[in-house]
């Protein structure tokens, strides 16, 4: 069971590295600053919290509340963001040119493996 683990993690670490090098995302703290900014910007509010999350994020019924597990790696804090943001519905008239190409450049991009 032990191996089982080990290789899934594997599995999944590749899937995330090939996200990112598809989407042109680095994992950097400057990534994830620019997407809490964003959604900031468009109204939502981005906690990180400790908990039982099974994925990275999830966001809070007609809160604008999204939590993030806090003892998660940097590449999943950015990959359960990136993948929340491209599903919301966000007003571009709220965001400035530089955040409305850095969404535009989340939604338009498809996740391959």
Same mark, same amino acid.
């Given at each position: =069971?032990?191996? /089982? ?6 599995? +999944? ?12 995302? +680095?994992? !950097? *703290?400057?990534?994830?600053? @620019?997407?809490?900014?964003? /959604?900031? +910007?468009?109204?939502?509010? %981005? ?11 999830? =966001?809070?019924?007609? *809160?604008? %509340? ?21 599903? /919301?519905?966000? $007003?571009? *008239? /709220?965001? $400035?040119? @530089?955040? +409305? ?7 338009? !991009?498809?996740?391959?493996?």
């Amino acid at each position: =069971m032990l191996f /089982l683990k080990s290789h899934v993690s594997n599995l +999944t670490s590749q899937i995330y590295s090939s996200y990112f090098y598809r989407q042109m995302l +680095t994992v !950097t *703290n400057h990534t994830l600053e @620019k997407l809490e900014t964003l /959604l900031r +910007t468009a109204g939502y509010r %981005v906690r990180y919290e400790k908990g039982n999350f099974k994925t990275g994020a999830c =966001m809070l019924l007609h *809160n604008r %509340v999204i939590m993030v597990n806090k003892f998660s790696g940097l590449e999943s804090k950015i990959l359960a963001i990136a993948e929340l943001t491209r599903s /919301l519905e966000i $007003d571009y *008239n /709220l965001l $400035d040119e @530089k955040q +409305t190409a850095f969404l535009n450049q989340l939604k338009q !991009t498809t996740i391959q493996f």
